[in-house]
Nanobody, 122 residues
């Protein structure tokens, strides 16, 4: 499985971005795609994940109400719509693929894409 993350960039506080994670080589064993992020000098943290089978989702408390994860099974792609962005959302965002239905931990993921940088600054 290969994952390609895209959509990062520079945005002002309160702005929006949409990240995409396109998967290739997906099999029926790959149940979910998730997003993690890592800010400078901080540990990687989970942001959100979605089951590619039934669309079940999970969000970190810090992004609930602002971020929305979705999927397009026909394209094996997951999206992360990020609204009302804050400076503390600045990080490199990584997507991963997992065989766990709702993979909330890094250890749940077998495959990772390269990161895409999101910078929230005025």
């Amino acid at each position: 499985v290969q994952l390609q993350a895209s959509g990062g960039g520079l945005v002002q506080p309160g702005g929006s971005l949409r990240l995409s994670c396109a998967a290739s080589g997906f099999t029926s064993d790959n149940d979910a795609i998730g997003w993690f992020r890592q800010a400078p000098e901080k540990e990687r943290e989970g942001v959100s994940c979605i089951s590619m089978r039934d669309g079940s989702t999970d969000y970190a408390d810090s992004v609930k109400g602002r971020f929305t994860i979705s999927r397009d099974n026909s394209m094996d792609t997951a999206y992360l719509q990020m609204n009302d962005l804050k400076p503390e959302d600045t990080a490199v965002y990584y997507c991963g693929a997992s065989e766990v239905v709702i993979p909330t931990r890094q250890s749940h993921y077998e495959f990772w894409g390269q990161g895409t940088l999101v910078t929230v600054s005025s």
